[in-house]
């Protein structure tokens, strides 16, 4: 699932967005990556990927309804939802899943068909829909780097939501608690930011909680670091005791550690 080396340079990052789906009741949308994907293949994901030059085209200005620092990160988050999940916040309408997997076509065959979409349609993506909820960084240990911002939103009503069937293989919506439940009985992969993830939004009981815990997030780099650890190896998180940033960055415990295939959420050896 990841490619990583203790004596790596690393590579730079490059950026990067996720969309965490959410149905008021807080169950989330989830896909799984294809195994042949050369990162993070096999795992269970929420919607994302590289944010693209085109992103922070002024093209866009028309046709999205917020402009702050994050836009392209957010207009980024809106395209790969709509790639991944056939989702699509917007405002000044309503879509239907029909409409969105023709849309998810043309959008495939040509990238300007999203924008003129809307145009035609009267319609703006909802990017102040999306909330952020953190910033992770792939390690320097990791072949493949990303820098990615974690935006939280309440799915459109009506928008079911369906896999690509090429990058992601499934789908389903389902609370927290049992995403996690499934990791631990060995029935899907989680990669450590989407552990955590899964393992926050957990506390919560409706969309609003997840709208308080965003309006507090830290959105500082949440970086792993790679360390040894007995007879495996750990991703220390900020505020570990290996870590080089000494402040906690993320709640929870302040490491993964690899047992077998699979990343343990653990605190620091005694």
Known sequence: MLDLKMDREGVPPKPAATLILLRENVEVFCVKRS?????MGGAVVFPGGKVDPSDSSE?????????????EFRIAACRESLEEAAILPVNGGTLADAELETLRKSH?????ALRSFLRER?????????????????????QRR??????????????TGAHDRTETTESFWAAPAEVLRRYEAGEVQLAPPTHRTLDILASCTHFDDVRA???KANLDPICPRLVPQA???ALALPG?????????????????????ERWRSEDAPA
């Not at 093209?59 to 836009?71: C, F």
């Not at 495939?108 to 300007?112: C, I, S, V």
């Not at 009267?122 to 990791?142: C, G, I, K, N, Q």
């Open 231 to 233: 007879d495996t190896v």
């Open 122 to 142: 009267s319609l703006r993506l909802d990017l102040s829909a999306l909330l952020p909820f953190a910033h992770w960084v792939t390690p320097t240990a990791e």
């Open 59 to 71: 093209d866009w200005s028309p046709v999205v309804d917020a402009t702050d620092s994050l836009r």
């Open 213 to 215: 815990l965003a309006a």
């Open 35 to 39: 195994g042949k994907s050369a990162f």
């Open 240 to 260: 570990d005791p290996e870590h080089d940033v000494r402040e906690t960055r993320v709640s929870g415990k302040t490491r993964y550690v690899l047992r077998g």
């Open 146 to 159: 990303y820098d990615t911002y974690f935006f939280v939103a309440c799915a459109p009503k009506g928008q």
């Open 108 to 112: 495939a065959a040509d990238p300007a």
